[in-house]
């Protein structure tokens, strides 16, 4: 299995269409996606935290936009998640979209993966340079981005790069929203300050 996930990683980065393929045609039930994505949030939490272990204190921004408390970060991933498979699925369909809400799952999954996978070759960055690291994890994430509109090309059967564009654009202005009240939200009902940020 984790061989199957490596060559794929590998694949989505060289061929972003046909992984799409790949991992839109997999068999998996809807209870089994969601438990999965609640997976990939606890190892984003792991991963964030590990990686800011290599982080210089004076890259660190004080007062950043997460909360510092690993349990509610992981519980803000996982609401961005989740919001973003139901932007993915229904903005899509706004545009006339014929893609599944399971694989609107699929497909967010996937890509935290793939982010996970770049955050591994990020922290190996961090022995031999700090801001080559951080640079690496810009481009990684833009490249991602990219690799993310093609998927929701095949998802949803779209011809044009273009409508896939502007309908992500319009999914980023929900998201940000989304984030924005879900980390205010947490943080004025636990009571807590946010915490530093890269």
């Known amino acids: 299995m984790f061989s199957f996930l490596l060559n794929?990683?590998?694949?989505?980065?060289?061929?972003p269409k046909r992984a799409a393929e790949t991992v839109l045609a997999l068999d998996l039930d809807r209870n089994a996606l969601w438990s999965a994505l609640g997976l990939v949030s606890v190892v984003s939490v792991l991963f964030t935290e590990?990686?800011?272990?290599?982080?210089?204190?004076?890259?660190?921004?004080?007062?950043?936009?997460?909360?510092?408390?690993?349990?509610l970060?992981?519980?803000?991933?996982?609401?961005?998640?989740v919001v973003s498979v139901f932007i993915t699925h229904y903005i899509g369909r706004a545009f006339d979209?014929?893609?599944e809400l399971k694989d609107s799952l699929k497909t967010v999954i996937w890509m935290q993966?793939?982010?996970?996978?770049?955050?591994?070759v990020q922290i190996a960055l961090f022995l031999i340079s700090p801001v080559i690291a951080?640079?690496?994890?810009?481009?990684?994430?833009?490249?991602?981005?990219?690799?993310?509109?093609?998927?929701?090309?095949a998802l949803h059967g779209f011809r044009s790069l273009g409508l896939v564009l502007a309908?992500?654009?319009?999914?980023?202005?929900?998201?940000?929203?989304g984030?924005?009240?879900?980390?205010?939200?947490?943080?004025?009902?636990?009571?807590?300050?946010?915490?530093?940020?890269v």
């Open 8 to 15: 794929l990683v590998g694949q989505t980065l060289r061929r």
């Open 50 to 71: 590990f990686t800011m272990l290599f982080v210089p204190s004076e890259m660190i921004v004080e007062d950043g936009p997460f909360p510092s408390s690993p349990l």
């Open 73 to 81: 970060l992981g519980l803000v991933i996982w609401g961005l998640l």
């Open 97 to 99: 979209g014929r893609g």
């Open 113 to 120: 993966v793939v982010l996970l996978a770049l955050q591994v």
């Open 134 to 153: 951080i640079l690496f994890g810009w481009v990684g994430a833009l490249y991602v981005f990219y690799i993310f509109l093609e998927f929701v090309r």
């Open 167 to 177: 309908g992500a654009v319009v999914s980023l202005i929900g998201l940000m929203f």
């Open 179 to 197: 984030i924005a009240l879900a980390i205010g939200l947490i943080a004025g009902i636990f009571g807590l300050e946010l915490g530093a940020n």
